[in-house]
């Protein structure tokens, strides 16, 4: 099984700071995806990103693809509480049938 | 206009039962998943079924037997629950033929063993 390596697996920050979350494999993904999940609720979509070296942002969100399309990252800027969740990386290998396949994700905390 | 429910939200039972939980979805997607939430938040896949078909089956014990009448529809039934099936269950539906697409998810089952 690939896995993905998601750090830091736990972040508490104030609000307006900024942090990346990084999303590590040593396989190549077709495609990599990042989720966010809030308690009780099931992992809801922020962003597919395809091509290496791919930049995708999203507000204050700013997702980008490794080169070699084996790595992603996940930037905040000027964190609000509201953007406190669990985020989740996960990607897909190029072989029909393959499942998503998810890091260990990243908690995030930031308080007011 | 829930797009993907699965009932029952919370399972209490004890060790030894038999257990169901039922996943709908009226996305018109042709593909359902089971994954496994443990209390570290990890997200692993047990089962795909793609228009009712067994296509993943993630070395889960054989306790599991998911079950798809139709393709709206993805049954998760444990056997002899033990106390490490103790987590939350989440269903899930994409549409295949779009090589990126997203997952969407219920809003989990959460399975308390005693």
């Known amino acids: 099984t690939q896995l993905l390596e998601q750090s830091p697996q736990f972040l508490s920050i104030q609000e307006g700071e900024n942090l990346t979350v990084y999303c590590n494999s040593s396989?190549?993904?077709?495609?990599l995806q990042w989720y966010r999940q809030e308690p009780g609720e099931g992992p809801v979509l922020l962003v597919t990103?395809?091509?290496?070296?791919e930049v995708k942002k999203l507000k204050r969100l700013t997702f980008q693809f490794g080169d070699a399309r084996k790595d992603s990252s996940l930037h905040i800027t000027a964190a609000q509480p509201g953007d406190t969740g669990l985020y989740l990386c996960?990607?897909?290998?190029?072989?029909?049938?393959?499942?998503?396949?998810f890091g260990k994700g990243t908690t995030l905390s930031v308080s007011s | 206009d829930t797009a993907v429910s699965q009932t029952p939200k919370y399972l209490v039972t004890q060790m030894g039962n038999d257990k169901s939980i039922k996943c709908e979805q009226n996305?018109?997607?042709?593909?359902m998943y089971w994954y496994k939430q443990d209390s570290k938040k990890f997200l692993k896949i047990m089962f795909s079924y793609n228009n009712k078909e067994l296509i993943i089956n993630e070395t889960v014990p054989n306790r599991f037997s998911p079950k798809s009448p139709d393709k709206a529809h993805l049954n998760l039934h444990i056997n002899s629950l033990e106390l490490g099936d103790s987590a939350v269950y989440f269903c899930?539906?994409?549409?295949?033929?779009?090589?990126?697409?997203?997952?969407?998810f219920g809003n989990g089952t959460r399975l308390t063993v005693t």
């Open positions: 899930a539906s994409s549409l295949t033929g779009q090589n990126n697409s997203p997952l969407h």
């Open positions: 996305l018109g997607h042709d593909t």
């Open positions: 996960a990607g897909r290998h190029n072989q029909a049938g393959t499942a998503l396949i």
């Open positions: 990103v395809v091509t290496g070296g």
């Open positions: 396989s190549v993904f077709s495609s």
